[in-house]
């Protein structure tokens, strides 16, 4: 298989889901809300993925793919943690309270705006200590993976991770070739693959997830799925080239 047909199966898939999610009636409130949204967004970033890939980007998109495992996670712990709305707000109180910090120690900020950050800065410490008192503590995404069961994700995770950090021999891969420096080098096949099935297993799954979340207008879930999934098994069974 060709990279491009690749491509047309995976943006073949991107349409199905799109079709399911129009036909969805999201739920309206709870954990449940936070799921649908969390399928949302992972139909965006898949969307990003694909448009990456087909514009010889396709290490960009490794973010994208990392963020769809993470939420993909995070919707399945969801529906097994009660507590675990209120451990992403301690985790997003804390990330905000350390941003917070760090702005107010920096001796060169203006006054005015040290004062908006103080007030900005003191509700945040009172919600994040509450929180805090009640037992909440950082949590880690490898243990996630765990209870979540999804640990054959952890390592295309990785994988994906390597790609988010501008060193030597990711510069090195996108960049230089025997012949000297290029921008948007033609993808490679065995990296296209990679993170594009990724991708797909994720969408597969959050999939899944919409089925037991969403209440649909027509009865046309079962059969649109069905096609994603013979979609999805050809990429599975098929070597790409470019």
């Not at 298989?1 to 889901?17: F, G, P, S």
């Not at 891969?173 to 065995?190: F, I, L, P, Y």
């Not at 999939?207 to 059969?223: H, M, N, R, V, Y």
């Amino acid at each position: 298989m060709k990279v491009a047909q690749l491509l047309i199966i995976a943006d073949q898939i991107l349409q199905d889901l799109g079709v399911l999610i129009r036909q969805a009636r999201a739920p309206t409130g709870g954990a449940e809300r936070v799921q649908m949204s969390l399928v949302l967004t992972i139909s965006e970033q898949y969307e990003a993925v694909l448009i990456l890939a087909k514009a010889q980007m396709i290490t960009h998109s490794a973010s994208h793919a990392r963020s769809m495992i993470e939420a993909l996670v995070t919707i399945k712990m969801l529906e097994i943690d009660n507590n675990y709305i209120n451990k992403m707000r301690y985790e997003s109180l804390k990330g905000q309270k350390k941003v917070y910090e760090g702005l107010l120690a920096n001796p060169d900020a203006p006054s005015e705006v040290v004062a908006q950050l103080e007030e900005k800065y003191s509700s945040c410490k009172i919600e994040f200590s509450l929180l805090h008192a009640e037992g909440y503590r950082p949590k880690k995404i490898s243990d996630d993976f765990g209870t979540a069961k999804l640990w054959n994700f952890f390592g295309p995770y990785s994988m994906l991770c390597a790609f988010l950090h501008n060193d030597l021999s990711v510069l090195a891969h996108r960049h230089q070739t025997d012949a000297g420096m290029v921008c948007k080098q033609e993808n490679s096949a065995d990296i296209v693959l990679a993170v594009v099935s990724s991708s797909v297993h994720v969408v597969m799954q959050a999939t899944e997830q919409l089925a037991k979340i969403a209440k649909f207008t027509s009865g046309d879930f079962s059969e649109i799925f069905e096609s994603m999934n013979r979609k999805w098994m050809t990429i599975l069974s098929g070597t790409v080239e470019n």
